[in-house]
């Protein structure tokens, strides 16, 4: 147990929907990172939020939109889903200043 | 752009034998991080060793240890006394030392490693 934890671990949903992954990172991590991991793009870095705030974006669609709550855990917001957005979605934590990112399991999205 | 390129996408090794796996990345900056990932089948993402730019001493971990060839753009990653739970993707990333957490991925070398 790395002490991220990602919930659902499955999702699998339809088309359109809308879906919203949870990540509560490690004890005393002010920083967390969304991670996409697909086939065909590999492993891609999303967006990062640091104690509340935005800090930084990457290749992250506008269908797609982050928060992290006050007690720093946070929502990755998947809308309008396509099928290309099946993939596997990872968030790492870490303190501030940091390089040591640890991940989470993540959570498998299937859009049938 | 930073790109980082790994050329091997299947690499197999005997166990307790060595194996290099390589990577190579193209940046124009001078301060960086360097990362080896490891995931296995259980999918979890694993930091297995990180190399400072500004580090001239290559980083070692146990049996894994990185040649970093800064010059060169190399960073390749040696694996000593291969395990069978060595068995695994392995993913170099890079990372901008002017931000955080944005880590750009290779596309992975998958080890397999023989009894």
């Known amino acids: 147990d790395s002490g991220v934890t990602q919930t659902p671990k499955h999702l699998i949903t339809a088309t359109g929907q809308r879906v919203t992954l949870r990540c509560s990172p490690r004890s005393g991590d002010l920083s967390v990172y969304w991670y996409q991991q697909s086939l065909d793009q590999g492993l891609q870095f999303l967006i990062q939020y640091y104690n509340g705030e935005e800090r930084a974006k990457g290749n992250i669609l506008e269908r797609f939109s982050a928060q992290q709550f006050p007690d720093l855990h946070s929502e990755l917001n998947l809308s309008s889903l396509e099928l290309g957005d099946s993939a596997l979605y990872f968030c790492?934590?870490?303190?501030?200043?940091?390089?040591?990112?640890?991940f989470g399991s993540g959570t498998r999205l299937t859009v049938v | 752009a930073q790109t980082v390129t790994q050329s091997q996408p299947e690499m197999s090794v005997q166990e307790a034998e060595t194996v290099t796996l390589s990577c190579t990345y193209d940046?124009?900056?001078?301060?960086?991080?360097l990362f080896w990932y490891k995931q296995p089948p259980s999918r979890q993402m694993i930091l297995v060793i990180r190399?400072?730019?500004?580090?001239?001493q290559n980083a070692t971990e146990n049996r894994f240890s990185v040649n970093f060839q800064k010059a060169a753009k190399s960073f390749s990653l040696k694996i000593s006394d291969s395990q069978l739970g060595d068995a695994a993707m392995y993913f170099c990333?890079?990372?901008?030392?002017?931000?955080?957490?944005?880590?750009?991925f290779g596309k992975g070398t998958k080890l397999s490693v023989k009894p």
């Open positions: 190399q400072e730019a500004y580090k001239q």
């Open positions: 790492a934590s870490s303190v501030v200043d940091s390089r040591g990112y640890t």
């Open positions: 990333a890079y990372e901008y030392g002017g931000s955080q957490g944005n880590l750009i």
């Open positions: 940046t124009s900056e001078s301060d960086y991080y």
